[in-house]
């Protein structure tokens, strides 16, 4: 059994205690902002998971977990401008590095254990916060069961790179709170 989510507890809570995160849990966030966002976890999951099905790394978890579709279906029904909003520093920086774990199943594991039980865990409760349908929380089947599905992916070793992908939502969600978005709304 692996004690990832005991070795990386730290860097968890620190992620969670963003000013983002009490925004998008107060049910008040700009559509905009919460848009920016889903723009930049699509560049993500888009990456992340396309490695991860190439690795062979869904094939035995019970439900289709991949979120890129859903976040882009979300991302599309707030955004109505004609220019794509900006890609904050964090995401070009974590695009970078996963080009370094491309052949690492294990990183690329502790990525998906990281956003996708997130999104499993605590994104059940933004779900029912933000704008828009939110269907990027919207799994088909247990989620119960695909959390376990994953945990058992998971080992220790996956520490160090799970703690860098909490810091690169850390880092996305300070910059997304230092974004200007007036520039949206006009």
């Known amino acids: 059994m692996s004690n990832l989510k005991e070795l990386t507890w730290e860097?968890?809570?620190n992620?969670?205690?963003?000013e983002f995160v009490k925004v998008l849990m107060s049910g008040k966030i700009n559509p905009y902002l919460y848009a920016i966002y889903l723009w930049n976890q699509h560049k993500k999951y888009d990456l992340l998971e396309a490695l991860a099905m190439a690795h062979?790394?869904?094939?035995?978890?019970?439900?289709?977990?991949?979120?890129?579709?859903?976040?882009?279906?979300?991302?599309?029904?707030?955004?109505d401008k004609a220019e794509a909003p900006v890609i904050v520093p964090s995401t070009e920086e974590y695009i970078v590095h996963m080009k370094d774990k491309i052949a690492d199943p294990d990183a690329l594991m502790?990525?998906?254990?990281?956003?996708?039980?997130?999104?499993?865990?605590?994104?059940?409760?933004?779900?029912?916060?933000?704008?828009?349908?939110g269907t990027m929380y919207d799994f088909d089947g247990d989620i119960n069961s695909i959390k376990e599905s994953i945990?058992?992916?998971?080992n220790d070793s996956m520490a160090e790179e799970?703690?860098?992908?909490?810091?690169?939502?850390?880092?996305?969600f300070q910059e997304l709170m230092e974004l200007d978005i007036e520039h949206y709304l006009e």
């Open 11 to 13: 860097h968890h809570k």
């Open 15 to 18: 992620a969670e205690r963003q």
């Open 56 to 79: 062979g790394l869904l094939a035995d978890i019970p439900a289709d977990i991949r979120r890129k579709q859903k976040i882009e279906n979300d991302f599309l029904e707030l955004w």
């Open 110 to 133: 502790a990525h998906l254990y990281v956003l996708h039980m997130g999104d499993l865990s605590g994104g059940q409760m933004i779900k029912k916060r933000v704008p828009g349908s």
């Open 151 to 154: 945990r058992t992916k998971t």
């Open 162 to 172: 799970a703690k860098w992908v909490f810091e690169s939502a850390t880092k996305l």
